[in-house]
């Protein structure tokens, strides 16, 4: 059975001649881990800001557990919904530990109390707490301090998160860990996530349903096979078929162009520069831009050479317009 937890009833918010959103009429259930998508300025966040009432809306009714959202304390509100930014800011003069223990502080727990989650929590993430419990926010890289800010919106286990782009500014495999990470504690915890993303790829991975958004309306929500499969139009279909592709094409390794190889000949063997068979696409193009051709080998041994306009014909060839 469903509970809808977060609901959108015409909603609007105008900004002077700017529809922010667009008469947004939605449902969130209980436990669902929902992807807002969509490019900049389609109106993700202030969507999601208008659930914990950080914006009011121009007109329309949002309602939290089939209560309006007006009809709460706004502290009791924030209380129940936690919130996560793409810059988290940690308080730079407080420990890992402490800024995990804010919020379990201010609910009244007692210490020993606090101590295990903050411990457990550190431990979840693989930050072993006698390592990290103790140290500054500024002794962290920036994919340690984002883990440690999901922490602190975590710790009280609110019934619903609200992450805006948590992992946007992350490099690649902070972002792929954080993902698994927020899977792993979304299949345990079970708390209804909201999630905004301009990222196509994350919210197939993440969605449990995908919301598709663009200038202030709510374009599709389907789950992620079904807008793969059938998008509701030209536009949504694009999207999703564009970012697929040009992010899986430069991540292939150069093995999987090896129709468009061409062999070696004698006097190209000891040519340069030299890469690995195995080494992904991208990580060659520079290289690439830079000698015209590149020579691959697999232990050592010369396989074959690609060229520019190679590399060009394959990516003409296989991507989405
Ligand atoms: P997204 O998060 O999808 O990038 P936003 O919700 O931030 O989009 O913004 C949606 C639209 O509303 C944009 O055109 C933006 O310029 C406009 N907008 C957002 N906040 C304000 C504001 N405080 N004043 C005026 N326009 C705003
Ligand atoms: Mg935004």
Redo the contacts with the bound molecule.
């Keep these: 059975m469903t509970t809808p937890m977060i609901k959108f009833d015409h909603v609007n918010k105008i ?2 001649d ?1 529809k ?2 667009d008469d947004l009429s939605l449902t969130i259930n209980e436990h669902e881990l929902f992807v807002l998508v ?10 999601l800001k208008m659930i914990n009432q950080l914006i009011k809306p121009t007109n329309g009714t949002i309602y939290f557990n089939n209560r309006a959202v007006t009809d709460y304390k706004v502290r009791d509100l924030r209380w129940d919904i936690g919130y996560v930014l793409q810059q988290i800011a940690l308080f730079p003069n407080m420990t890992v530990g402490q800024n995990i223990a804010l919020i379990p502080e201010l609910k009244h727990w007692d210490r020993a109390k606090i101590k295990t989650t903050v411990d457990e929590l550190l431990t979840q993430v693989e930050l072993p707490p006698e390592k990290y419990r103790d140290r500054m926010p500024a002794e962290l890289s920036g994919g340690e301090q984002q883990r440690v800010g999901i922490l602190r919106a975590l710790a009280t286990q609110p019934s619903v998160i609200l992450m ?1 782009e948590p992992f946007s500014a992350l490099d690649p495999l902070s972002r792929t860990q954080l993902q698994d990470l927020l899977l792993r504690m979304h299949q345990r915890l079970q708390m209804t996530i909201v999630f ?1 993303t ?1 990222d196509m790829n994350e919210a197939l991975k993440l969605g449990d349903r995908i919301g598709v ?1 663009r200038q ?1 309306q709510l374009l599709q929500v389907a789950s992620p096979q079904e807008i793969s499969e059938h998008p509701v139009n030209e536009f949504v279909r694009s999207f999703f078929a564009t970012s697929n592709s040009q992010t899986d094409l430069l991540n292939q390794p150069l093995s999987q162009l090896a129709q468009y190889w061409q062999p070696v000949s004698q006097d190209m063997i000891s040519s340069k520069p030299v890469v690995e068979s195995d080494t992904l696409l991208k990580i060659v193009l520079p290289q690439l831009v830079e000698h015209d051709r590149l020579l691959i080998q697999q232990a050592g041994q010369p396989l074959a050479y690609l060229t520019q306009q190679n590399v060009l014909q394959y990516l003409s060839e296989h991507i989405t317009q």
């Design positions: 900004y002077g700017t922010a959103v969509g490019t900049s300025g389609s109106g993700k966040t202030t969507t805006d905004v301009h958004m202030g």
